[in-house]
């Protein structure tokens, strides 16, 4: 679980022959030190790398991954898949996202839960 000062790190790999980027690599830097951002033992999403920067099976992971890191567990897919399009898909391509600004987000997807009408 990520600490309140963690920043995610996002790097692109070199350009690959074909045209398309490399791996997206992610690292998370906070109090302990770095790491590399990996999957939750729950993840749900399929895609085996991480990307950003549009809407798709590799920025779903990542979303999902980055929220499950900042929450402590992993996410319900709605949530996740809010984070990607409202978030991920945003990024560029090398990013820096901090937990703050996951905090953020978390904060205003809550209130506005709050302050829906119910559902019938």
Do not use: C
């Not at 949530?79 to 990013?95: M, N, P, T, Y």
Request: hydrophobic share 40%; charged share 25%.
């Amino acid at each position: 679980m990520a600490l309140d000062d963690a920043v995610y790190l996002g790097l692109r790999g070199p350009q690959l022959p074909s045209g398309h980027g490399g791996p997206t690599v992610v690292g998370v830097r906070d109090g302990r030190g770095q790491r590399t951002l990996s999957k939750h033992a729950d993840h749900r999403m399929l895609a085996d790398a991480f990307e950003s920067g549009y809407r798709g099976a590799g920025p779903d992971a990542l979303a999902e991954a980055i929220l499950a890191d900042s929450l402590g567990f992993n996410p319900d897919p709605p949530v996740s898949e809010s984070f990607e399009r409202e978030v991920v898909a945003r990024l560029e391509s090398e990013f820096e996202l901090s937990a703050a600004d996951v905090d953020d987000w978390l904060t205003l997807r809550i209130a506005a839960a709050r302050t829906a009408p119910p559902t019938t």
